[in-house]
């Protein structure tokens, strides 16, 4: 009886506890956000956390709205995002809690070689006569672009448009359209077309509006800083080994909503398993 009853003890000890579980919501399936997550989810088992990593969500805006619809616990998204809620839906702004910063991310600004552009500063000298192509509505170059004129209203004036990816570089490299935005972590896949196939009739442009210093994150600091793109990172057509350009750059960051991850332990778990996989996350998408 005794042998029976140590026998079933031990296999109710040998039972492994039941592993907490959310969901992050990332981006494109082949893009950073989604690997990233891969990552992050990774690790996290070790700590007791079972992580769903939700892809083709249609990045840091979708992010936020399947948040904000509880479908996702936690978000990888640009700070951008998080930025723009805040101005325009302080309370649901108010539920996400950064956790942790990821890779290094950059504003890369392409305009028509003819354009007569030569930094982005120079759209508000004549507004109505130039364009830009951020994507649809919620796209990070058109959150970007938002923040922008919250903090100068003159590029207000300049006509967005939905143009993205190739369709964009094409617009741009005929004429269509001035210049368009990709916000991403260097040799993104957009500028390496660009760089091979579009140099000819583009190129790479600097963000230096001082204006853009003044523009706040959820948290009230600085969204952006200064950096430079550094030479030869697009060394086909877009720069030579000594054209570096200043833009903004940004953290990627993770964010939990608080509404629906309330549970301290779990937020402590996916915040060791998000720590631990930095590393490896910086050291693929750049610091």
């Known amino acids: 009886m005794k042998k029976l009853f140590l026998a079933a003890a031990l296999m109710l000890f040998a039972i492994p506890a039941h592993a907490a579980s959310i969901r992050l919501c990332t981006g494109a399936a082949d893009q950073p956000y989604a690997a990233a997550g891969d990552m992050i989810k990774a690790e996290a088992r070790g700590n007791g956390l079972d992580i769903e990593v939700v892809k083709d969500t249609g990045g840091t805006w979708g992010n936020v709205q399947l948040s904000l619809q509880t479908k996702c616990d936690a978000i990888i998204a640009q700070p951008d995002g998080l930025a723009y809620l805040k101005r325009t839906e302080p309370a649901n702004a108010a539920k996400f809690l950064p956790i942790a910063d990821l890779h290094r991310e950059y504003l890369h600004a392409l305009c028509g070689k003819d354009s007569g552009v030569d930094d982005i500063g120079d759209l508000e000298n004549d507004p109505k006569n130039y364009s830009i192509a951020l994507g649809e509505r919620g796209s990070g170059a058109w959150l970007i672009w938002q923040n922008f004129i919250a903090e100068d209203p003159d590029y207000a004036d300049v006509r967005p448009t939905a143009e993205s990816g190739e369709d964009a570089l094409s617009a741009v490299a005929n ?31 600097g963000v230096n509006d001082s204006d853009f210093n003044d523009a706040p994150d959820s948290q009230g600091k600085p969204l952006y800083s200064y950096a430079e793109i550094p030479s030869g990172t697009y060394p086909k057509h877009l720069q030579g080994w000594f054209s570096g350009k200043d833009t903004v750059t940004w953290l990627a960051k993770v964010y939990v909503n608080t509404d629906t991850l309330a549970d301290a332990n779990v937020r402590k778990a996916l915040i060791r398993s998000v720590m631990k996989s930095r590393q490896t996350i910086v050291a693929n998408f750049g610091s």
Request: hydrophobic residues 50%; contains cysteine.
């Open 175 to 205: 004429g269509q359209t001035t210049c368009m935005l990709v916000p991403a972590a260097l040799g993104n896949a957009v500028l390496r077309t660009a760089d091979e196939l579009y140099g000819d009739s583009l190129v790479l442009v």
